[in-house]
């Protein structure tokens, strides 16, 4: 019969300083980011149809090749979308600025800095924030190599922010203060420009 005195000891638990758990909250928020990106990603590659060229002995005529094209967006631009995919696309969108451009890069509010919560109803703001999503998309990727980051701060997010944020920006008469929330679309000169065009005795200049 062994001696229980001579039993192998349990292991003491590891104790975690608590400077390092700070860090270690932080890498984990940022690696669910990741997680839910790559989510994000995944479900709109697979929401995306898959074309399958069927075989033919016969020469594919123009008609044909019409109507192909015309399944397939010409752009992956979310501007050049419409209707379901342009909604899938702004969902996916929303997630990476909800969990990585905000958090990591949303400043303080201030009158210099305005912000709108808001920001998908601003078709500005949608075209800027998507372009900055496709390239982040490119250059963070391993592809991308070492500096891909560093290019896409210096030549895609430090841009993007001076114009998004300004006080002339998208956000002019949106929100300037966290107590203060604010909402409100400037108008565009489109419409004005659109109201000149069918005016029955406009003229073009000789």
Not at 11 to 27: H, M
Not at 167 to 195: I, K, M, Q, Y
């Amino acid at each position: 019969m062994s001696d229980p005195s001579k039993a192998t000891p349990e292991p003491q638990p590891f104790r975690v300083p608590d400077g390092d758990l700070d860090d270690l909250a932080s890498t984990l928020a940022k690696t669910m980011a990741e997680v839910r990106q790559h989510g994000v990603i995944l479900d709109r590659l697979g929401s995306e149809p898959v074309s399958t060229p069927q075989p033919t002995d016969d020469t594919p005529t123009a008609d044909t090749a019409d109507a192909d094209s015309a399944d397939v967006p010409a752009s992956v631009f979310i501007l050049a979308l419409g209707g379901e995919a342009y909604a899938v696309e702004l969902a996916a969108l929303s997630d990476w600025v909800n969990y990585l451009f905000l958090p990591v890069y949303g400043r303080e509010i201030s009158t210099t800095r305005p912000w709108c919560d808001q920001w998908h109803e601003h078709p500005e703001a949608v075209a800027r924030l998507h372009a900055l999503w496709l390239a982040w998309q490119q250059l963070t990727d391993t592809e991308a190599g070492l500096s891909g980051p560093s290019t896409w701060h210096r030549d895609h997010l430090d841009q993007a922010l001076v114009h998004l944020r300004a006080p002339d920006g998208p956000f002019a008469a949106c929100t300037t203060s966290p107590s203060r929330p604010n909402h409100r679309v400037l108008a565009t000169l489109a419409p004005e420009l659109a109201g000149a065009t069918q005016r029955p005795n406009a003229q073009r200049p000789m």
